[in-house]
């Protein structure tokens, strides 16, 4: 595999399981290092990616396709994508925003984890067309602090 460095980014698929998790931690690692990111951004990146991935296995059952995840970078900027095929269409762009400032009590459960996704990405979209749903995130890279290549 090596690491490559190509304007295409990098893609690999994942058998849709919790389990993948840790080959998906591996290939952003990977990813990162071959899009010369700064590793400070891996935190950022699990987190979207473990959030909406996790979210395409436990709710999009009916599936036994793999989940499609590609990694760019673009004027700086990185672009996650998670692609998951043969499902029905859920737009978590659409999902109610939450108002942490409540008492737990008074929340209905549910819809953190796409609050913090919201929170730590610049921009979040959704496409649907063929049973096939796509997310796309946009992370904005700091500067390098000695330039970059």
Same mark, same amino acid.
């Given at each position: 595999? @090596?690491?490559q460095r #190509? #304007?295409?980014g990098l893609e690999r698929s994942f058998p849709r399981c919790i389990d993948a998790l840790d080959g998906i931690f591996r290939f952003v690692a990977e990813a990162l290092a071959g899009l010369s990111v700064n590793s400070a951004h891996e935190f950022t990146v699990n987190l979207v990616v473990e959030e909406l991935f996790t979210n395409m296995v436990k709710y999009? &059952? #009916?599936s036994k396709r793999e989940i499609s995840l590609r990694i760019d970078r673009q004027n700086g900027r990185l672009l996650?994508? &998670?692609t998951d095929f043969d499902v029905n269409e859920f737009d978590v762009t659409k999902a109610p925003e939450i108002d942490i400032h409540r008492p737990l009590s008074e929340r209905s459960p549910g819809g953190l @984890?796409?609050?913090l996704v919201r929170r730590v990405t610049e921009s979040l979209s959704y496409r649907y067309e063929n049973r096939t749903s796509t997310i796309e995130m946009m992370i904005r890279l700091e500067p390098e602090p000695r330039g970059t290549e």
């Open positions: 595999m @090596g690491n #190509e #304007e295409s999009s &059952l #009916e996650v994508c &998670l @984890g796409i609050h």
